[in-house]
């Protein structure tokens, strides 16, 4: 048997893969793009009814059944984080597939082994919330995820909270006016600053990527030499390297000394400023002998494949050697 499936679900899509991993090439037979499957959001069944869609999707458009399927992997938004939740969540794929071959997981497993190739290393992950995630052989460590609540610190929901604060404190003259205070005025196209709280609370009812989505303003105003704005830029690159800090020091360094692989994805380090911040701070960071402890690469295989390479591991199965052999480039 050598179909793999892999399922990347996120809060606003999902995508699903098939592979077919007879010879060394990892063909994909079919692919399927969806609407998100976060049960934090919209509940286990409407998650359920994503997995089982997508599921259905990739292998009718492949003409194979699921019985073909060697193993699947499933990297769900909240799974690890509930456990009456999870006895849900890890039932879904025998109602998708028909059958036990399968695993759940927290979807950052997916980009872990799609931004590495399934090697040893770190992935750091700065979407509308932030986790970051390592493995050393046996050993593994997740840090962040931990909800808007309660953390997601360096998230482009965390930069976009700290911004609108600083907003709201230079409207009542607690900080002095920068740049930040006029584009914030310019994208809402706010009457009377006020206004912005029923904007958030009332028209977008406090939605998480919507509120997620004001770090582009932070970021904006940051490049534009805005002080207050690359102030909370640094903050949080400095709490995504924390992250990075608190895995490393879980799985260790490597043993002949060599700079622990760290990928990083997400949507706040499509913005150059932040990228190069992260860049500047991950390569600073120094081991014991004063050597350089990480290295920063460009991702290998996007997290669907990773989901399926994931899938791979499980199985037992060799990864396909175009895959395993793409060895992550460093920047």
Avoid at 13 to 18: Q, S, W
Avoid at 73 to 82: D, I, N, R
Wanted: hydrophobic residues 45%; contains cysteine; glycine residues 14%.
């Amino acid at each position: 048997m050598t179909l793999f499936l892999g399922l990347d679900g996120g809060g606003t899509k999902t995508a699903v893969v098939l592979v077919d991993t007879d010879g060394d090439d990892g063909a994909v037979l079919a692919r399927w793009r969806g609407p998100g499957c976060s049960w934090l959001d919209d509940g286990v069944d409407a998650a359920a009814a994503v997995v089982r869609q997508g599921t259905h999707q990739v292998l009718a458009a492949a003409g194979r059944s699921a019985d073909e399927v060697a193993h699947a992997f499933y990297g769900l938004p909240g799974h690890g984080e509930s456990a009456s939740t999870d006895v849900l969540l890890d039932a879904l794929p025998r109602d998708a597939l028909g059958h036990d071959r399968a695993t759940v997981g927290n979807d950052v497993l997916a980009g872990w082994a799609g931004s590495l190739g399934g090697r040893d290393g770190i992935n750091v992950v700065a979407g509308t919330g932030s986790i970051t995630y390592g493995e050393r052989g046996t050993h593994t460590h997740r840090v962040g995820g931990w909800s808007e609540l309660i953390g997601d610190e360096g998230s482009a929901h965390w930069v976009a909270r700290r911004g609108l604060n600083a907003f709201s404190r230079m409207a009542d003259g607690r900080l002095p006016r920068t740049a930040l205070y006029g584009l914030v005025r310019e994208h809402t196209g706010i009457a009377e600053d006020l206004d912005l709280v029923g904007l958030l609370m009332q028209d977008l009812q406090a939605e998480r990527a919507a509120v997620a989505g004001f770090s582009r303003v932070v970021t904006a105003a940051a490049a534009a030499s805005d002080p207050v704005a690359a102030a909370v830029l640094d903050d949080a690159v400095d709490e995504l390297v924390q992250q990075v800090r608190a895995v490393a020091d879980r799985i260790g360094d490597r043993p002949d000394g060599a700079p622990t692989a760290v990928s990083s994805s997400g949507g706040m380090f499509s913005d150059d400023g932040f990228r190069d911040r992260f860049v500047a701070r991950v390569a600073a960071e120094r081991d014991a002998g004063a050597r350089p402890r990480f290295t920063l690469v460009e991702p290998v295989l996007p997290p669907e494949l990773g989901a399926v390479v994931y899938a791979i591991r499980r199985a037992g199965d060799p990864v396909p050697g175009t895959w395993s052999d793409a060895a992550p480039v460093q920047r």
